[in-house]
């Protein structure tokens, strides 16, 4: 089980990454120059109207919203792993997923930010701290 601080401390790790209130929730946001990485994504009435009408409910626990790299990994992030992730209406065509914090482990949480980060910054310093880790784009 994950917690927003275990989101802070891995998010905070990378370079250029500054944590910031979200202007729509009020809850940390985690971003670059090119945008949001990771965010906390309370329900809005909205959603749970959406999900209502879908027969679905929001989760318990803390959800935050993560980049993908768009439809292709999201729908497969959903896919393989549905108890973790999931989506709403509004989230129709934006490249997150939505992610329980309850049920994700280290691990995911930290595979999900990394590829998150890799598409806020420059290829430079992407291609410099994937090196500097011992790893491959």
Not at 6 to 27: L, T
Not at 91 to 103: H, K, M, Q
Request: negative net charge; contains cysteine.
């Amino acid at each position: 089980m994950a917690t927003i601080e275990d989101v802070r401390r891995i998010a905070m790790g990378f370079p250029r990454v500054v944590e910031k209130v979200n202007g729509h929730s009020g809850g940390p946001c985690w971003r670059t120059t090119a945008g949001m990485v990771a965010w906390e994504r309370p329900p809005r009435k909205r959603d749970l109207e959406q999900l209502a009408a879908l027969g679905r409910q929001w989760p318990d626990g803390v959800v935050i919203g993560i980049r993908v790299e768009g439809e292709q990994a999201k729908a497969a992030a959903l896919e393989t792993y549905p108890e973790i992730f999931f989506t709403t209406p509004h989230f129709d065509g934006f490249p997150a997923v939505l992610t329980r914090l309850e049920s994700i482990d280290e691990q995911l949480l930290r595979e999900m930010l990394t590829d998150a980060w890799l598409l806020r910054v420059p290829t430079t310093v992407a291609k410099t701290w994937l090196a500097e880790h011992g790893l491959s784009e």
